[in-house]
């Protein structure tokens, strides 16, 4: 009686192991019946580093370089800038910025709740730019985490040399990385010609002092939206 339950066991297993080693083979015959995908093969880039590195050491590390440091480190002074809009003339430079920010001439804000076509021309228009600031500094976030960080630790100084560091470092990956198989070509520059550095003397404290006055000028804000309010629909 056992050894005929122990045969029968036997023979059921037997069974089930030729039945899976059946399926088994059907399943490898039908994956070599269907098609591959063909592998997508990477882009090829002709990236030239060696000769990327002998631009950049010669442009800025070289003891006659292209661009010396004068060029780039001005002390902090940053450079005049004088416009006109709407015939007023202005001495100072401003960032397109939204409403948490104070009302000064160096912050353009849109008009809060616009009452005229105009000023909703303009109100679009700045935000459209501001926007696409915004975006481009998402770009920079997004590829150097240590922009998408909190950074009060740092200090102002050290904030700015991160900032232009991530700035060059995402040109040149961009300079580096351009979809196409082409030789790059570039511009050969006489290293006997120097950048037109503009040297002007520091301001005194008094003169400071003003800059700040004005810099806070709310009814300068004021007259100066307005005139970038006619400048764009002027030009709309």
């Known amino acids: 009686m056992s050894s005929s339950s122990s045969s029968s066991s036997d023979g059921m297993e037997g ?17 070599e019946a269907e098609p591959r995908r063909p592998r997508r093969r990477r882009e090829f880039i002709r990236r030239d580093r060696l000769g ?7 442009d800025y590390f070289a003891d ?31 960032y397109l910025a939204d409403g948490i920010y104070p009302s000064w ?12 076509e105009k000023q ?5 228009a700045q ?7 915004e975006c481009a500094f998402g770009v920079l976030k997004a590829r150097f985490n240590i922009l998408a960080v909190p950074g009060r630790s740092y200090s102002r100084r050290t904030l700015g040399l991160i900032m232009r560091a991530c700035v060059i470092l995402h040109n040149m990956i961009i ?3 351009r979809g196409t198989n082409l030789e790059n070509i570039y511009e050969t520059v006489d290293s006997n010609v120097g950048p037109a550095i503009h040297n002007h003397a520091p ?11 004005e810099m806070r000028d709310s009814p300068m804000y004021t007259q100066l939206q307005h005139d970038l309010i006619e400048h764009v629909w002027a030009n709309a």
């Not at 083979?25 to 994956?31: C, D, H």
């Not at 935000?127 to 600031?133: E, G, I, P």
């Open 52 to 58: 990327a590195h002998d631009r950049l050491f010669e």
């Open 120 to 124: 909703r021309v303009f109100t679009a």
């Open 15 to 31: 069974d089930m192991i030729a039945a899976f080693q059946a399926e088994y083979e059907e399943e490898m015959l039908n994956e």
């Open 127 to 133: 935000s459209a730019w501001r926007k696409d600031v």
């Open 175 to 177: 300079d580096d990385e």
């Open 203 to 213: 301001p005194s404290l008094a003169a400071r002092i003003q800059m700040d006055n």
């Open 64 to 94: 006659d370089c292209n661009y010396p440091p004068s060029f780039f480190r001005r002390r902090g002074e940053a450079p005049v800038v004088n416009f006109t809009v709407n015939g007023h003339e202005y001495n100072y430079g401003y």
């Open 105 to 116: 001439p160096v912050f353009m804000k849109g008009v809060t709740l616009p009452q005229s």
